[in-house]
């Protein structure tokens, strides 16, 4: 059964620093990866999606790559903003219309 | 282009009553699905619809039933209410054959039971 494990659990940092968000997942046989964002009281936004023959994706200050035999995704966050405040959730396609999430990583970026 | 909407925002139900969550889409997907989310968890899967008139059951379907008449709706249905499904959820729509298209999630309904 695939299980999607995201660490830390939460991180507080100064605005302005670079950070990686972790995730782990436990059956290297997936279709894809997507890193969602969340705000408080809202639904989930797409941020990247990583298809399973991809090794990373960029879009502006956010980079996710993907070890598909390692298990692991990191989302790479460059000079965070108090506006990158936010839950971030690790998604794993595992084939059969079925997506796995993880509980997610709630940043918070102090100003 | 509203995306995918969602019916009520809120809802507080007592142990034993039934309701409906609407949930709507406009861009012609044909894949939508229901994720409940509680503290502390991911998303986990309802139930989900391949095209209308085709529905099958998620990681936790016990307590709910859906139908999907048309392209656009898939109501979720919760029979007999209990105080563990105490929990916010989402609907979800994407295409079937596009791998590089995400899943378009509507805003939520957090819903109560006592």
């Known amino acids: 059964k695939q299980e999607v494990t995201q660490i830390p659990a939460a991180l507080s940092v100064p605005e302005g620093e670079n950070l990686v968000l972790n995730c782990s997942f436990t059956?290297?046989?997936?279709?894809?990866l997507q890193w969602f964002r969340q705000d408080p009281g809202k639904g989930l936004t797409s941020l990247l999606l990583i298809q399973s023959s991809q090794r990373e994706q960029t879009s502006g200050r956010l980079n996710a790559s993907l070890d598909k035999s390692s298990g692991r995704s990191t989302l790479y966050i460059a000079a965070s903003q108090p506006g990158d405040s936010a839950t971030y959730l690790c998604?794993?396609?595992?084939?059969?219309?079925?997506?796995?999430f993880g509980a997610g990583t709630r940043l918070f970026v102090k100003a | 282009n509203a995306g995918v909407t969602q019916t009520p925002k809120f809802q507080v139900l007592k142990t034993g009553q039934s309701m409906t969550l609407q949930c709507a889409q406009d861009?012609?997907?044909?894949?939508m699905s229901w994720y409940r989310q509680d503290p502390g968890m991911g998303l986990r899967l309802i139930h989900y619809?391949?095209?209308?008139?085709?529905?099958d059951q998620g990681e936790v379907p016990n307590g709910y039933n859906v139908s999907r008449s048309t392209t656009e709706d898939f109501p979720l249905r919760l029979l007999s209410a209990a105080p563990s499904q105490t929990s916010v959820y989402f609907c979800a729509s994407s295409y079937l054959d596009r791998p590089t298209d995400t899943q378009y999630f509507g805003p939520g309904t957090r819903l109560t039971v006592l």
């Open positions: 059956d290297s046989a997936i279709y894809n």
């Open positions: 998604a794993v396609n595992t084939g059969g219309f079925k997506t796995i």
């Open positions: 861009m012609n997907h044909e894949y």
């Open positions: 619809s391949v095209g209308a008139g085709i529905t």
